[in-house]
């Protein structure tokens, strides 16, 4: 029999939720829940390649670096969500295996600390867009542009914030390693924080960015280096919705590539959620001609059965 | 050709030097240098598990959680041992590809996130012996006592200091893993700090154990699953010496396992550096027939060629 593989990405923020104090007690938990949702796809006869984000954990690291400062060494960026490659990925691994064990299953589980080589595109790096970290008051911000030549921008009420770029990705190092475990038949834990962002110098040597990749994109990326038949996208929302937040806001249960494309030119999707989102998936339905399905952990389950969610195919 | 693989411990001490600010520009220049001198092991026709330790860069961590204490949530210390095989780990397997491409050599390197189990054993976790992390007054050591209930004791002169346990590993999750990847030829880089330590309650369901496992007692554990031949400790010394620090100093170059054992029981190595080194690779040795190379980064080559560093071997 074939084996059919998925790919799943969902953000830092299903694990450190909103209103959360953020202890890891409390992470470990959400992480039990994502593992148990997660064993639906396994349970439809996939094998699975998880793809964290990292959002909350990443600025929780950099306020433990700047609160240690003159005390510890500093952490660059990519170093950090290095660190969160390793923290996340430990609890996700154990809650995995606790999950499987618990239903009596059978499955290794692998986590690999990925790099992910990025597209140099001078105007991303130029003019970085993605705020990370925690809120400086005026003084300290001018400070901060000073004495680390960080981009600092004010977000609106809530004081300053740095701002790095968000660079594409174009290679994840060791995808054939991930292929290769999958096709074993490992649930293999990868690219978390969507990658430590790498650059190759002269074509050749690796050097750690300061920059954050948009984890759907590497998602994207490693459903394809993978052939994946199935990419799933797990998010706030029950399924995608047109005229969002509006009286005639109607889910989308399933629609082509073309139908996502034009709803995203006619700005149906918001820049910083939804809309990153689709443009991963296309993407992958582009290049693939296989499924994404986008839905909210809770309902992965019913999602999966196709009885809701938004599912973005290649044509009719 | 039979695969012949090797397994190398090394201390974070290594990366993080005595004298250093401990910068990442600094760390990545040790991790450059001492995968340099790994690839000499390559050269000999060996297949490499590296299990890198994690001292100064935890002892940093923990510096970082309670700077930010009340502003990012704690991370207990098995959190932030993963925390260190994603930092170390990262910048490892970068230096370690540069290396690999400047020599012109194709190989595949790989990072796990690696779990150990280690033996619950009671006298270990009730009176725990290994001090971690910074030093604090008594008012300070005094609070922390009542509000953490850690243990901390007086460390000479320097203030007082948490302890915690140092139980010895029973299980390398993921090992097959690791045997796998080695035998396909990767570089692996696995069980960083000697591995995140977790506990199997009730024989099953597994939680981190805020401990630290002694990297050596790992690696030798690493060596034995996969099936080294050879067994590599890094240490500050070109050579083990008897009498060390006295007139009567004598290098040792090859020793049976019998010899090391008689000079471990008339206590010629120090309790806290050699002697355990010595009971991890006598575990090895006896074990499993084979040898255990220990010396200095800098002698590595040499003792490869049997020139320096000193071999405990099964017999004469």
Redesign the interface.
């Known amino acids: 029999m074939a084996i059919k593989k998925a790919v799943i990405a969902f953000g830092g923020n299903a694990i450190l939720q909103e209103g959360d ?4 007690r409390e992470q470990l938990r959400h992480c039990s829940e994502t593992c148990e949702a997660l064993l639906d796809i396994i349970g439809k006869g996939y094998e699975l390649v998880i793809i964290h984000g990292n959002g909350p954990q990443v600025g ?2 950099l ?7 003159g ?6 960026l ?2 950090c969500v ?6 996340m ?3 996700l ?2 809650e995995m ?2 999950r499987l ?1 618990a239903r009596g299953l059978v499955k ?6 990925t ?1 992910v080589v990025v597209d140099p595109d001078r105007e991303r790096f130029e003019h970085p867009t993605k705020p990370v970290g ?1 809120f400086y008051d005026k003084e300290r911000a001018e400070e901060l542009r000073q004495e680390k030549s960080w981009d600092i921008v004010e977000d609106s009420h809530r004081g300053f914030r740095r701002v790095v770029p968000s660079p594409r990705p174009i290679e994840i ?2 995808v ?2 991930v292929r ?2 999958i096709n ?1 038949g ?1 649930i293999v ?1 990868a690219a978390g924080g969507g990658g ?1 962002p ?1 650059l190759r110098r002269n074509g ?5 960015a300061e920059a954050v990749i948009d984890k759907d994109y590497t998602a994207a990326l490693m459903a394809r280096e993978v052939g994946a038949e199935l990419f799933i996208i797990l998010t706030r929302v029950e399924s995608v919705a047109v005229g969002f937040g509006t009286a005639q806001e109607k889910p989308l249960r399933r629609i082509t590539a073309a139908e996502a494309r034009d709803y995203l030119a006619q700005g149906e999707f918001p820049p910083g959620s939804m809309a990153p989102k689709i443009s991963a998936a296309l993407e992958f339905v582009e290049a693939t001609g296989h499924e994404v399905l986008i839905t909210a952990a809770e309902t992965l389950r019913p999602a999966m059965d196709g009885l809701t969610g938004t599912r973005i195919v290649k044509g009719d």
């Open positions: 104090r953020g202890t890891v929780n690291m306020l433990r670096v700047e609160g240690a400062r005390r510890a060494p500093e952490l660059p990519d170093v290095a660190a969160t490659q390793g923290t990925g430990f609890m691994e154990i295996r606790n064990k290794d589980v692998t986590t690999l600390m790099q925690p190092l060791g054939e390693t290769s475990l074993q490992h834990i430590v790498v050749e040597h690796l050097t750690g």
